[in-house]
């Protein structure tokens, strides 16, 4: 008979191709010190433009951390949270995704609430090198660029930290409310400027506005480290691949949100298993239309030894992306882990790409999505 110690290291070496994670496999999942990917992987962290920081090659994002109209969120998730979060931290991730905005109803801000909670919380040195990526949300009421900089001061409260990693613009307000858009841009610098950020960032910038904002932030001596982007096997669309190269000729880093598609990516869900709440109506529309993409994913999963996620966040990170899936159970983040430390062959990318031009379905693009 094997003693559970012995039956958890097995489960764990079938789970992932029959490699056992380097190191000792603890008895409490938040405590795994290392996985086969990790000694090479951490030291090759990517480093951003105009700064000291250095992130892992994915990111957690935590959207759901707080959001209970699309995720289901309740405070007694809490606990499994915090296991994301140091499981994540102990295993090579640094970089964290959040928003000021993040959270419905009474619970706005409760992502960052969490996020600073685990920080204060985390016992080991891992956390000296984490990098929270913050989002600061374009409100109508926010028209000066001291508005802009109370926001971060607010957001560094929740935090519990000194200063912010990358402070983002979440959005452009060019399409609705151009005369808004310089208090943006000047609100960024000023937290640069005052210390209160290490790097700026932006979310949802278009190819047209992105060469904009970066000429304006340059001229005032503020390097644009990263771009957020909707990028994933169902959003290659020709927006996303100019914003890809832009930023490629620019020295900015692309940070890929809803790798997975909302989840649509996972092969989890058909047109009889759809989620619960409003994500069920996209799925409905989109992944009958997706099988030939959905089954390339499927026979290059099963060749890698490898998860239909795995492969799509991969892709990703293959495509010189740096993709932040949200995270919500310990089973998400333990096979988010599995998409790093191996790369997509170039006939496999090939494959999937040609597979998802075929399929009919794309996703739909945000509507905070700028030209």
């Known amino acids: 008979m094997f003693s559970p110690n012995q039956q958890q290291q097995m489960q764990v070496q079938v789970k992932y191709g029959g490699v056992n994670p380097v190191g000792i496999i603890k008895k409490k999942i938040d405590e795994v010190v290392l996985w086969p990917w990790q000694k090479q992987q951490q030291k090759k962290k990517l480093k951003l433009v105009g700064g000291g920081l250095s992130?892992?090659?994915?990111?957690?994002?935590?959207?759901?951390?707080?959001?209970?109209?699309?995720?289901?969120?309740?405070?007694?998730?809490?606990?499994?949270?915090?296991?994301?979060?140091?499981?994540?931290?102990?295993?090579?991730?640094?970089?964290?995704?959040?928003?000021?905005?993040?959270?419905?109803?009474?619970?706005?801000?409760?992502?960052?609430?969490?996020?600073?909670?685990?920080?204060?919380?985390?016992?080991?040195?891992?956390?000296?090198?984490?990098?929270?990526?913050?989002?600061?949300?374009?409100?109508?009421w926010r028209?000066?660029?001291?508005?802009?900089?109370?926001?971060?001061?607010?957001?560094?409260?929740?935090?519990?930290?000194?200063?912010?990693?990358?402070?983002?613009?979440?959005?452009?307000?060019?399409?609705?409310?151009?005369?808004?858009?310089?208090?943006?841009?000047?609100?960024?610098?000023?937290?640069?400027?005052?210390?209160?950020?290490?790097?700026?960032?932006?979310?949802?910038?278009?190819?047209?506005q992105l060469p904009k904002i970066h000429h304006y932030l340059n001229q005032r001596g503020v390097p644009l480290s990263t771009a957020q982007v909707q990028f994933s096997l169902l959003s290659m669309g020709e927006d996303q691949m100019e914003i890809k190269s832009i930023c490629d000729s620019l020295g900015i880093r692309v940070i890929a949100y809803s790798p997975l598609a909302l989840g649509m990516l996972t092969g989890k869900y058909t047109p009889a298993n759809l989620p619960?709440?409003?994500?069920?109506?996209?799925?409905?529309?989109?992944?009958?239309?997706?099988?030939?993409?959905?089954?390339?994913?499927?026979?290059?999963?099963?060749?890698?030894?490898?998860?239909?996620?795995?492969?799509?966040?991969?892709?990703?990170?293959?495509?010189?992306?740096?993709?932040?899936?949200?995270?919500?159970?310990?089973k998400q983040a333990e096979e988010n882990l599995g998409a790093i430390g191996w790369k997509l062959r170039s006939g496999e990318l090939d494959e999937l790409e040609c597979a998802a031009r075929d399929s009919p379905a794309k996703m739909i693009q945000n509507v905070f999505q700028t030209t």
């Not at 892992?56 to 109209?69: D, K």
């Open 276 to 330: 619960r709440g409003p994500r069920s109506l996209l799925f409905r529309q989109i992944i009958p239309r997706m099988e030939p993409l959905l089954i390339s994913l499927k026979e290059i999963a099963e060749k890698r030894g490898k998860s239909i996620p795995q492969v799509a966040i991969n892709w990703c990170i293959s495509k010189g992306t740096i993709p932040i899936p949200g995270v919500k159970s310990v």
């Open 143 to 208: 028209l000066t660029p001291n508005q802009f900089v109370n926001a971060c001061k607010s957001s560094l409260d929740r935090l519990q930290i000194e200063r912010i990693g990358i402070a983002q613009l979440h959005w452009s307000t060019a399409n609705y409310a151009p005369f808004q858009e310089r208090a943006l841009w000047d609100g960024l610098v000023a937290m640069y400027d005052q210390g209160l950020v290490e790097a700026v960032g932006v979310s949802n910038y278009g190819p047209k």
């Open 55 to 140: 992130v892992s090659p994915m990111g957690f994002g935590t959207w759901a951390w707080g959001n209970q109209l699309l995720w289901g969120y309740q405070q007694s998730m809490d606990p499994q949270l915090q296991t994301i979060f140091n499981l994540a931290l102990r295993n090579g991730i640094n970089l964290f995704d959040t928003a000021d905005s993040y959270g419905t109803g009474q619970l706005n801000g409760q992502s960052e609430k969490l996020l600073g909670t685990f920080i204060s919380q985390f016992q080991g040195n891992e956390v000296d090198n984490i990098v929270i990526a913050t989002k600061f949300a374009a409100y109508p």
